[in-house]
């Protein structure tokens, strides 16, 4: 089993829909969890960081947390064209190295 | 605010040069800094961590001698790629973190091509 596991891809949704990203993660121990967005041939850019259980917002982003199911989602509301990249799940193992997802790629159509 | 630098942004150069790699951090003091590399269409891939005044540790595969990581101050590593040969070609990454559960801030990546 990988330890950080995303939904496969590609994932396309139109202008202004709502795209969902799932995550699950197999250390039960691991308390950081990231989000970032990497264009292509570009290096990856921090979206959201989440620590506790729950939802937090920032702008059109949306990460939700559940340590219990080992689960990270990360919703994108009112989706833009430049939304368009590969989306990482990553997770700090506990010798606080990343651990990244395959990553799921999103378009967002016009 | 968690600007990480990175130069060059690409090198090209012929096969045994070594080519040296910067990553700083502008706005804040990285404990840790962390080099990966990574292929087209491929995941990336970590190489080394390392720690201010200390030793880098390397992932199982990446040869020390190869691949040269110094991080003398809280804002500076380099990696040293040397004898690059046209293997060696790929987006090198430096990230940097300033305590161990805040996120790391990638540099923009250098894309080192060896001819």
Known sequence: ?110 | GAVVSQHPSWVICKSGTSVKIECRSLDFQATTMFWYRQFPKQSLMLMATSNEGSKATYEQGVEKDKFLINHASLTLSTLTVTSAHPEDSSFYICSAREQNDQPQHFGDGTRLSIL
Do not use: H
């Open chain 1, 1 to 110: 089993q990988k330890e950080v596991e995303q939904n496969s891809g590609p994932l396309s949704v139109p202008e202004g829909a709502i795209a969902s990203l799932n995550c699950t993660y197999s250390d039960r121990v691991s308390q950081s969890f990231f989000w970032y967005r990497q264009y292509s041939g570009k290096s990856p850019e921090l979206i959201m960081s989440i620590y506790s259980n729950g939802d937090k917002e920032d702008g059109r982003f949306t990460a939700q947390l559940n340590k219990a199911s080992q689960y990270v989602s990360l919703l994108i509301r009112d989706s833009q064209p430049s939304d368009s990249a590969t989306y990482l799940c990553a997770v700090n193992s506990n010798d606080y190295k990343l651990s990244f997802g395959a990553g799921t790629t999103v378009t967002v159509r016009a």
